[in-house]
């Protein structure tokens, strides 16, 4: 196994493609396959590792990678996969994984695992995983419940049933999940290695992901100022949906159609001050912040700390300041899709966002940053943003390619993102949109423009459906199922089909009425559409994007 860089200083790389080409090509000699960059001189013996991973959003995916550049410096010859690219036989090959999976819809496996856990439960022909190492990273949400890290606690006890030896335990992570990664990837580095502790390696290469981070990011957001806050429901609608936008001017940000916004919020301050009421607080009582240091309570309520689910909560008993803030979770960052091309917006970033507002025993609640965009961030006033990369969901590089979008809701945000985009690059594919909402008159969102786009052209084909204009309800699905003959031929087209919205029921529904097309429309059986259905995954000509 050589040691020594194999591509000469004098090569014409620059110093991370030397080092990202001598982590490759010792991979490749030492076990024929790919490592991943800043491969460095280590004091181990290399040793083969799969980093394979589930992943909707892209965490655990970019986790992944991450991890196998560590690991890679650490002296394995490490690579990072997708599930989708796995077959329950590679890890038989492999014999090293750590597993890293996010959990997706209630529970369920993300997309790009979907194959590979019905692999690994095919009837009566289950493969055996005997000899294989693994451990698991679930990725997940502790306000999921019962879900929480349900995926990956399935594929570890699988895995364990087919044979597969477990060398450390599976660590499930709510949301920020940083330091519990470096705490399970030590340790299953270590037994992967058959060591107490791993050695750290003698480089000055990262070990991770550069902590050194240029410009804007999740840990260093952008202050955006507001320029847009328009309703696009008129007022006799019982939704409220709002076209909000920022301005990236002097940021440098640029994103792709298909990423996601993430956006800081704060609480409504009348709810802060009906808990501290509620509880008899002094709300100037200095308290920690979940990131280190201190501010009065208040404060920290609206700006640090989760406490929608304390709305309306009576107090059973007295409790300290300090000891209820320590029972909080830290306020998180809200994603949004993004619903604008830069090509369209120079230096603008677009949102299509729905006021959530809900009545639930006898209590008003208000989503915490849907309502924060829409009633309490004032034009000109700044809010901290960073770019979420959705890997997953892209327009196809070819532009000639069909596009077929679903997007009823706020599902239509990066529809219209793709359709400035296919607009301002002239692609010559055509382009297909499902839109659908409660009321024509009232919910049609992005109106104008979208009948713009059909007399123009840019929009191949349109279908509406307004659940609530008719006496039974007319969804997205049924005029899929309503056009059958003509989607069918789109898909064999290599039409892309993208879903955005709701998660639970829309997205569920217009997978079952995909499936009922291509059985209907297609002649095929059930087994070949969902083998269909599939193959469009492992293609990536069927992407979603839902929540
Ligand atoms: C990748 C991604 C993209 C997204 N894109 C968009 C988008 O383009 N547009 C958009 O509007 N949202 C989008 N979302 C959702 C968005 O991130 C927020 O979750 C949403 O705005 C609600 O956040 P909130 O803080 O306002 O609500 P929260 O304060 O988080 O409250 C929401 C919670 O309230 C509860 N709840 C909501 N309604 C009811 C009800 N009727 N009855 C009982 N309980 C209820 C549920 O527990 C729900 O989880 C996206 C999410 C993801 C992950
Ligand atoms: N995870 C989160 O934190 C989060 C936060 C906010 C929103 N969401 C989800 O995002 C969704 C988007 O909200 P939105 O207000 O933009 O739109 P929406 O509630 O999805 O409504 C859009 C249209 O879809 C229809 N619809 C309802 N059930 C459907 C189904 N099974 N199949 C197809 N269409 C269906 C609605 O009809 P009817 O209303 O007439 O039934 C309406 O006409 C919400 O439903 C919610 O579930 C999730
Ligand atoms: C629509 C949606 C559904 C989710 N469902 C669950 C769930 O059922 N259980 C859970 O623990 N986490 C759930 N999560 C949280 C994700 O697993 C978590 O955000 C994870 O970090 C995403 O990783 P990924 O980007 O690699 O997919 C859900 C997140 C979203 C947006």
């Not at 002239?426 to 499902?434: H, I, M, P």
Request: with cysteine; charged share 20%; proline share 5%.
């Amino acid at each position: 196994m050589p040691q020594i860089p194999l591509i000469p200083e004098s090569a014409p790389f620059t110093s991370e493609q030397r080092a990202w080409l001598n982590g490759f090509l010792a991979g490749i000699i030492s076990r024929g396959e790919s490592a991943g960059p800043a491969a460095a001189t280590t004091n181990t013996v290399s040793r083969p590792l799969l980093i394979a991973f589930g992943s909707q959003s892209g965490n655990a995916e970019s986790l992944a990678k991450r991890l196998a550049r560590d690991a890679t410096s650490r002296g394995f010859a490490a690579r990072a996969a997708g599930l989708d690219s796995l077959q329950p036989a590679d890890l038989v090959r492999e014999q090293n994984v750590l597993l890293i999976t996010s959990t997706w819809g209630e529970g369920d496996m993300p997309d790009n695992a979907i194959s590979f856990w019905d692999a690994l439960n095919q009837n009566g022909s289950s493969p055996k995983l005997n000899g294989v190492k693994y451990s698991v990273l679930a990725l997940g949400d502790l306000n999921y419940g019962d879900t929480f890290c349900l995926a990956g606690k399935k594929l570890d006890t699988r895995l364990a049933e087919l044979g597969a030896v477990r060398v450390a335990p599976r660590v499930d992570c709510d949301v920020e999940f940083d330091d519990l990664a470096k705490t399970w990837s030590t340790a299953a580095f270590a037994a992967l290695t058959g060591e107490e502790k791993v050695e750290t390696p003698d480089t000055t290469a990262p070990a991770s992901e550069p902590t050194v981070e240029t410009g804007y990011t999740k840990k260093n957001p952008f202050p955006a100022p507001l320029i847009a806050n328009i309703a696009l429901n008129s007022p006799s609608s019982a939704k409220d949906t709002r076209h909000i936008a920022f301005s990236l001017t002097g940021s440098s940000l640029t994103y792709e159609v298909g990423d996601a916004l993430g956006v800081y919020v704060k609480n409504c301050p009348d709810v802060v001050d009906a808990i501290i009421t509620t509880h008899g607080f002094d709300a100037e009582n200095i308290v920690s912040l979940p990131d280190g240091g201190t501010a009065p309570l208040r404060e920290a309520l609206i700006g640090h700390y989760e406490v929608r689910h304390l709305q309306g909560v009576l107090p059973t008993e007295t409790i300290a300041a300090p000891d209820f803030i320590s029972g909080l979770r830290k306020l998180q960052p809200r994603l949004y899709s993004i619903a604008s091309s830069l090509k369209a917006h120079p230096e603008e970033v677009h949102l299509c966002v729905g006021a959530v507002r809900y009545e639930a025993h006898g209590i008003q609640h208000k989503g915490v940053a849907s309502t924060f965009l829409a009633d309490r961030l004032a034009l000109g006033d700044t809010t901290g943003v960073f770019f979420h990369v959705a890997k997953h969901f892209r327009l196809p590089t070819d532009l000639t390619k069909p596009v077929i979008m679903i997007g009823p809701g706020t599902g239509i945000a990066p529809f219209r993102a793709f359709l400035e985009e296919r607009e301002a690059t002239g692609a010559s594919g055509k382009n297909w949109l499902f839109f659908g909402d409660q009321r024509r008159a009232s919910d049609f969102l992005y109106h104008d423009q979208i009948v713009q786009w059909v007399q123009k052209g840019v929009l191949s084909r349109l279908d509406t459906a307004f659940s609530r204009d008719q006496e039974e309800k007319v969804y997205v699905q049924t005029r899929m199922l309503t056009a059958a003959a003509e989607l069918w031929q789109w898909l064999e087209e290599g039409a892309h089909f993208y879903v955005c919205g709701d998660a639970k029921r829309m997205a569920k529904d217009v997978d079952a009425a995909l499936h009922e097309i291509i059985q209907s429309a297609g002649g095929k059986t059930a087994e070949e559409a969902t083998a269909y259905v599939a193959d469009m995954k492992k293609n990536k000509r069927y992407q979603r994007d839902v929540y």
